[in-house]
């Protein structure tokens, strides 16, 4: 498997460099908005939970509605088992990354 992976990056130097590039620039792009993301999904009620106050998460605004969202994707607040913010921000910016390097890979 390695030795084919390798074989297909020697032999297409130019593909493999811009699914790179496009990889980790919509990863980076991901993370950076991370906030607003999920923000706009707990706002739509995709996440379909309460936050850790108990209050559903599409009633909620601003900064609570973020925090929130942001918990809920990285498995809920820390205080309650979760991964908090900061796993929800990196949730984010994983599948952005994702999501580059397979939209890229199907265009080049």
Known sequence: MLKKTVSYITNNPI???CIAVATVATG???L???GPIAATIGGAGLLG???TTGLSIGTLSGVALTNASLAAIGGGALTV???G???GTT???AVGAATGAVVSSKIL
Do not use: E, L
Request: aromatic fraction near 0%; charge should be positive; hydrophobic fraction near 50%.
């Open 28 to 30: 980076g792009a991901a």
């Open 81 to 83: 088992g979760g991964g």
């Open 91 to 93: 949730i984010i910016g």
């Open 85 to 87: 913010i900061a796993a």
């Open 49 to 51: 939970t309460t936050a």
């Open 32 to 34: 950076t908005i991370a």
């Open 15 to 17: 593909k493999c460099t």
